[in-house]
Structures are given as structure tokens and as C-alpha cells.
T-cell receptor, first 113, second 116 residues
Framework: AQSVTQLDSHVSVSEGTPVLLRCNYSSSYSPSLFWYVQHPNKGLQLLLKYTSAATLVKGINGFEAEFKKSETSFHLTKPSAHMSDAAEYFCVVRVGGTYKYIFGTGTRLKVLA | DTAVSQTPKYLVTQMGNDKSIKCEQNLGHDTMYWYKQDSKKFLKIMFSYNNKELIINETVPNRFSPKSPDKAHLNLHINSLELGDSAVYFC???????????????FGPGTRLTVT
């Protein structure tokens, strides 16, 4: 059965320092993986997606994620945090062969001035 | 242009009432979804329709009834509202890409339902 685990419920970084949001997945199939961002009182926006092409995926706003099959991980990174990055981030796996998506519990990113 | 829109944005109502939330997408997608986000930000899928056919129906009280009049619309009707129904409800849509099976979802802005 597919599942996704976000290892940190809260992450705090200083502005200008790197961001690392961790996600581990479990999947019987070659997974489709996504990262979404939700700013306060807003809908979810797709940051990036992995669909069995390149293992290093670049997304919007300077974010990228690396698919590591051996570690079953899909961690989200950004070299330098900006105040506008403060939001809730969700790692998502699509259940292979279906239209069903499983969301992680979310990581709240706080960026300190 | 708004890709996925929901109305209303806010809905405050009393226990026992019946209410509806509407969703429309102009992306030409063939699959639409309803999600519930609780106060801890946890997102759970409720329903999904593909080409107007119900394909996902999670463990949801039968007071919740989705309706898809066409591929571009998916409405959610809730009967006999309870305090525990208070949440943010998100509509989403997706479409299989022709070259890459990515299936990414596009979300609406959400409807914040408060039951008093």
C-alpha cells in the first residue's frame, strides 16, 4: 500500500539559509510524487512533480527535490529561504493505477528575519 | 483566468441545515475531486469523479452527496450539518498528460465551512 511520511511537522530557518523538508514514501509501483505549497488561507499550489523521468526535479520559486529510490525519499530543498516561503508544504504520492492521492501530514515552514 | 473556482468562499450555518458548495474548472480536465482539510491541516480525499462517473468514494457520511452535471462541474451537497463538518473543503481537478503520466492536481481556493 502506498503511503507518505513527512518527517517534520515544523521547520524553522533563517532568511537566506537553506531549506530542507523531508518526505519518505512507500509504494509498490514506480511512484508519482508531488510537492504542494499552501500559503495561509489559500489553496494548494504545485511546486514540483516526479514522474520517473529525471531524479532531480526542479520546481517553481527555486525549489527542487531529489527522488532517491534506495532511500524511498523525495526531500524538498531550496538553497536560500525567503520570507515569502513561509507556508505549509505537503508531500503527495499518487496510488499507482488509480486517481487516488495520499497526502502527507504537512510541514509548516517558518522563515525568521 | 481562474482555473478551478469554488463558491462560496466562506459559509457559516447552523447545525441541521443543508448547504451546497459548487466547483467549476476551465482546464478541460476529466477528473475532479473533493477534499476535506481539518483544523490540523490534514487533507483527506472524499470523492472523485471521472467523466461524470463516481470513481472514489471514501468513508464519508451519506449526508455528503457529490453531483457532477458535466466534466467541468462538481458540486457537494451536505445534509443535516453537524459541528464536526466544520473544515475547509477543497475542490481539485486533474488530467492525464498526453506524453507523461503526471496526473498533477489543480486546486481551488477552498470553502471554509463553519457550523455553529
Amino acid at each position: 500500500a502506498q503511503s507518505v511520511t513527512q518527517l517534520d511537522s515544523h521547520v524553522s530557518v533563517s532568511e537566506g539559509t537553506p531549506v530542507l523538508l523531508r518526505c519518505n514514501y512507500s509504494s509498490s509501483y514506480s511512484p508519482s510524487l508531488f510537492w504542494y505549497v499552501q500559503h495561509p488561507n489559500k489553496g494548494l499550489q504545485l511546486l514540483l512533480k516526479y514522474t520517473s523521468a529525471a531524479t532531480l526535479v526542479k520546481g517553481i520559486n527555486g525549489f527542487e527535490a531529489e527522488f532517491k529510490k534506495s532511500e524511498t525519499s523525495f526531500h524538498l530543498t531550496k538553497p536560500s529561504a525567503h520570507m515569502s516561503d513561509a507556508a505549509e508544504y505537503f508531500c503527495v504520492v499518487r496510488v499507482g493505477g488509480t486517481y487516488k492521492y495520499i497526502f502527507g501530514t504537512g510541514t509548516r515552514l517558518k522563515v525568521l528575519a | 483566468d481562474t482555473a478551478v473556482s469554488q463558491t462560496p468562499k466562506y459559509l457559516v450555518t447552523q447545525m441541521g441545515n443543508d448547504k451546497s458548495i459548487k466547483c467549476e474548472q476551465n482546464l478541460g480536465h476529466d477528473t475532479m475531486y473533493w477534499y476535506k482539510q481539518d483544523s490540523k491541516k490534514f487533507l483527506k480525499i472524499m470523492f472523485s469523479y471521472n467523466n461524470k462517473e463516481l470513481i472514489i468514494n471514501e468513508t464519508v457520511p451519506n449526508r455528503f452527496s457529490p453531483k457532477s452535471p458535466d466534466k467541468a462541474h462538481l458540486n457537494l451537497h451536505i445534509n443535516s450539518l453537524e459541528l464536526g463538518d466544520s473544515a475547509v473543503y477543497f475542490c481539485a481537478s486533474s488530467q492525464r498528460a498526453k506524453l507523461v503520466s503526471s496526473y498533477e492536481q489543480y486546486f481551488g481556493p477552498g470553502t471554509r465551512l463553519t457550523v455553529t
